[in-house]
């Protein structure tokens, strides 16, 4: 460091000649707060897709870190997956900023049973010697569509009927009472 004196003036001590005196001056990188993240426990109703839980992070901590999860998971369970959230620096972060030393978040997801409800309507036709169907519909819970998931097996009498055996006239069967779908 150098200090010169200006013009008509003078150092405390009555010196006017440049004073140089060494310091030790640098700059600490920032510590980053993870407090204001929330990476919570959550539970889901299964879709058939794989799910996870998404972290919320500030605004100004996204812009400096890298985010990766873990795998999340697919089918319903009654044994939570665990998510994990690592968060790092980005490269050109390394210098300025410090991030905690446990730079890894959990939270648990649970996928529970997706309930369905099926529905099917009285039909009578008219004898065609053609072979007869039944429709059953099925939505589970948040609009899931299981289309072609979906197997409906008509019954009389506990035992299944084979679709050839459903075009004479005088079969009944009970669905959706005695309807069973798998």
């Known amino acids: 460091l150098k200090l010169k004196a200006p013009a008509n003036t003078e150092f405390a001590g009555g010196s006017t000649a440049d004073l140089t005196k060494s310091i030790d001056w640098k700059i600490q990188p920032k510590a980053l707060d993870f407090s204001g993240i929330v990476f919570n426990d959550a539970e ?3 879709n058939g897709e794989e799910q996870s839980i998404t ?3 500030p605004a100004a901590l ?3 870190l890298n985010v990766e999860y873990s795998a999340g998971g697919t089918n319903a369970s009654t044994t ?3 998510i994990t959230l690592i968060l790092t ?3 050109e972060n390394i210098v300025n900023y410090t991030i905690p030393a446990n730079n ?3 939270a648990n997801l649970t996928i529970v049973k997706n309930t369905v409800t099926i529905s099917a309507s009285d039909k009578t036709v008219t004898y065609n010697g053609e072979n007869q169907s039944v429709t059953a519909t099925a939505v589970g819970q948040e609009g899931t569509d299981f289309g072609g998931n979906l197997t409906v097996t008509v019954t009389k009498g506990g035992e299944p009927i084979q679709p050839d055996a459903m075009k004479n ?3 009944g069967v009970g669905l959706p009472d005695k309807g069973r779908a798998k």
């Open 80 to 82: 939570p997956y665990v």
């Open 55 to 57: 972290a919320t992070i």
């Open 89 to 91: 620096l980005k490269p």
């Open 104 to 106: 890894t978040l959990t």
């Open 62 to 64: 996204r812009e400096l």
């Open 169 to 171: 006239a005088g079969v």
């Open 44 to 46: 889901k109703v299964y």
